[in-house]
């Protein structure tokens, strides 16, 4: 009789369910929603939060698993929308530039190692690759206003409740991140 051999997971069982608690998480955070023509939730919260508690790699699955949850249809995007057209719609390009978010704090914190000031780096620095990202596809898809225009509604009315979130996801996730264990 062949012995099976026993095949590792490149994650922890722990750590899956941490995952799939930060796509949770940044799902009931979209839902908290101020209307507006891109709307005020508290979704980028989430996306901090996660990746701070969770640290880079698990942090950026929880933002892809809420994609590709959305994706399919199931609705955790803001509105309780769902569906590949949230993902190609007007405000598409801020949900996927939370990847850039993800990506930059993943790589960052890889590089520089887990210090306040790479977090902040990162965070803030992900935070303009989203708003840079999401700008230019708000822009292109609505061709009768120009980059500055769509930066005046889609960025400048969240630049101060953002810096409030970062600030809250910083404090809240250093403070807890030291009581979960992936390890």
Do not use: H
């Amino acid at each position: 009789m062949e012995q099976q051999t026993k095949r590792e997971s490149p994650f922890k069982t722990v750590e899956l369910a941490y995952i799939a608690l930060g796509a949770s998480l940044i799902t009931v955070c979209a839902w908290i929603t101020v209307p507006f023509t891109v709307p005020f939730t508290m979704q980028i919260f989430a996306v901090f939060f996660s990746l701070v508690l969770l640290g880079g790699r698990d942090g950026t699955i929880a933002i892809a698993v809420y994609l590709l949850l959305g994706t399919i249809g199931i609705p955790v995007f803001s509105g309780g929308k769902g569906g590949f057209s949230s993902l190609i719609g007007m405000t598409g390009g801020y949900l996927w530039g939370m990847l850039l978010i993800g990506g930059m704090y993943w790589f960052f914190t890889k590089l520089f190692g887990i210090k306040l000031w790479t977090e902040i780096a990162s965070l803030i620095g992900g935070l303009l690759l989203c708003y840079l990202f999401g700008t230019i596809w708000f822009s292109v898809l609505n061709a009768d206003r120009g980059f500055a225009s769509s930066l005046m509604i889609c960025v400048v009315p969240f630049l101060l409740p953002d810096a409030a979130k970062l600030v809250l996801a910083l404090v809240l996730g250093r403070r807890l991140r030291k009581y979960i264990s992936v390890s």
